[in-house]
């Protein structure tokens, strides 16, 4: 069992930055898969970022070269880094976790909000 603790969500001007946190308890952390999804009201969810336990990231073109995620198997914990955030990016993040064998993330954070205005 794993449980998900997300942090670092807030109010940010379009082309700033965010940093969100993931705390994560429970054992074998380094041998997940961790990601974010977010949600917008009326949206569907999308999986915005991932990373194997081997660091492997994988982006959708939709915040590719502005999100960027990675892990501290030591403190257990993995982030997501939003730079040159826009409108669009305002929804509520969040941290999932899986094995590798398993196609579908099982395990979900609370969720954070982020919104991206002027």
């Known amino acids: 069992q794993v449980q998900l603790v997300e942090s670092g969500g807030g109010l940010v001007q379009p082309g700033g930055s965010l940093r969100l946190s993931c705390a994560a308890s429970?054992?074998?952390?380094?041998?997940?898969?961790m990601g974010w999804y977010r949600q917008a009201p009326g949206k569907l969810r999308e999986l915005v970022a991932s990373?194997?336990?081997?660091?492997?990231?994988t982006y959708p073109d939709s915040v590719k070269g502005r999100f960027t995620i990675s892990r501290d198997n030591a403190k257990n914990t993995v982030f997501l880094q939003m730079n040159s955030l826009k409108l669009e990016d305002t929804a509520v993040y969040y941290c999932?976790?899986?094995?590798?064998?398993?196609?579908?993330?099982?395990?979900w954070g609370q969720g954070t909000q982020v919104t991206v205005s002027s």
């Open positions: 999932v976790a899986r094995f590798e064998r398993q196609p579908v993330y099982n395990y």
């Open positions: 429970g054992s074998s952390f380094s041998s997940y898969v």
């Open positions: 990373i194997t336990s081997g660091g492997r990231t």
